[in-house]
């Protein structure tokens, strides 16, 4: 900083101080003028212009206060209608995942719940091998069956058609003991 | 200064008015030169610095904080006016008249309000921010330059000019004190 600057502000200072000091005439004048005006200004506000305006504060601060909460308790209705839509799409596609699971993976019957499985006709000369399901033990499967159900059905037919092999070496057998019979009787050197 | 932490918001509220209403109205009245303005602009300055009253960390400097605040709303009232507005004599004598006051007293009153009136007329408004916040907020020029965006030489200079025409002005008054 240049040094007349350095004394016009140090002179400026002095003439602008609110405390006291020993000045010179000039500055001293010139200091007068400033707490003059400084002091009317600061006088114009009266005690109660400060109430007035304490009271007008907490007025705003009440009504923002008000306005906070209100902006609270809004939003929070605002929530109600999307966590129900969200709900709601859940258990859409928790059932479109349902009836998916059930298309692909599913049993043949469900695949294709038109075509149904011929029932076992009796053969002269045979014995049934195996006996017709009963309606009442075999699970029903409906568009809506869990995945769990899904299980417990395939699980069910997989028991079935064991017994139907156990069944058939069984009819086997009885036809080799049979077959032996006949060929023992037939035997020239039994004769 | 006193401590930043008091016992409840509206005490501190309440405190930052008692403390710093005069000096921030006082300032606003000299810059917009308008009882209702500076009424107006005062609940304004204190309600911005409450609500960014989180964000202020300048401990001891409360006063200084809140008349940057009036300083940049003056300002921003001055340029919305665009022009300088006439401080109307109804609008200087807001302040009401104490019961005590004696008939000649008002008078002088009037008269001093008159002669502060014409002082500050013929202070640009350059003069007046550089002055006021001076005597208000105690500011060092550098910081006055810092606040109104002026180098230094420049604000040193407006304080000068303010000065000189505050006396030639005021010299009546100050005789008469």
């Known amino acids: 900083m240049k040094p007349e600057l350095e004394e016009l502000e140090s002179r400026l200072r002095a003439a602008t101080s609110r405390q006291a000091a020993d000045l010179d005439a000039e500055t001293a004048s010139l200091r007068d003028g400033f707490l003059i005006l400084g002091g009317r200004l600061e006088d114009e506000t009266s005690v109660r212009d400060e109430l007035r305006l304490i009271s007008a504060l907490r007025d705003v601060h009440s009504a923002e206060a008000v306005s906070v909460k209100k902006a609270t308790d809004a939003s929070s209705r605002d929530l109600g209608p999307m966590l129900v839509f969200l709900a709601t799409l859940a258990a859409a596609l928790l059932v479109s995942a349902s009836i998916a699971w059930n298309v692909f993976y599913g049993t043949p019957a469900i695949r294709n719940p038109i075509a149904q499985p011929e029932p076992h006709k009796k053969t002269e000369g045979t014995t049934v091998i195996a006996e017709e399901t009963s309606p009442a033990e075999e699970p029903l499967l409906a568009w809506d069956d869990s995945l769990e159900e899904t299980f417990v059905s395939a699980q069910w037919r997989v028991r079935q058609a064991g017994s139907l092999t156990s069944a058939a070496d069984t009819e086997v057998e009885s036809l080799y003991d049979r077959i032996q019979s006949v060929a023992e009787e037939l035997d020239p050197a039994s004769l | 200064m006193a401590d930043l932490q008091p016992t409840s918001a509206d005490d501190r509220l309440t405190r930052w008015v008692h403390e710093h209403a005069r000096a921030i109205r006082g300032y606003l009245l000299g810059v917009v030169r308008n009882a209702s303005d500076a009424d107006e602009l005062a609940q304004e300055t204190f309600r911005r610095a409450w609500e960014a009253r989180?964000?202020?960390?300048?401990?001891?400097?409360?006063?200084?904080?809140?008349?940057?605040?009036?300083?940049?709303?003056?300002?921003?009232?001055?340029?919305?006016?665009?022009?300088?507005?006439?401080?109307?004599?109804?609008?200087?004598?807001?302040?009401?008249?104490?019961?005590?006051?004696?008939?000649?007293?008002?008078?002088?009153?009037?008269?001093?309000?008159?002669?502060?009136?014409?002082?500050?007329?013929?202070?640009?408004?350059?003069?007046?921010?550089?002055?006021?916040?001076?005597?208000?907020?105690?500011?060092?020029?550098?910081?006055?330059?810092?606040?109104?965006?002026?180098?230094l030489g420049t604000v040193l200079s407006h304080c000068h000019r303010g000065l000189e025409s505050l006396r030639k002005r005021l010299t009546e008054i100050v005789h008469e004190a």
């Open chain 2, 54 to 151: 989180d964000r202020y960390q300048e401990q001891g400097q409360e006063r200084a904080y809140l008349l940057r605040i009036a300083d940049r709303l003056a300002c921003d009232r001055l340029r919305k006016r665009g022009r300088e507005v006439q401080l109307d004599a109804d609008a200087w004598q807001a302040r009401e008249p104490q019961i005590d006051d004696e008939p000649h007293q008002r008078m002088d009153r009037f008269e001093t309000s008159g002669r502060l009136n014409a002082a500050l007329q013929a202070l640009s408004e350059m003069q007046r921010r550089v002055l006021l916040l001076r005597y208000f907020g105690e500011f060092e020029f550098a910081a006055i330059a810092e606040a109104t965006g002026c180098p």
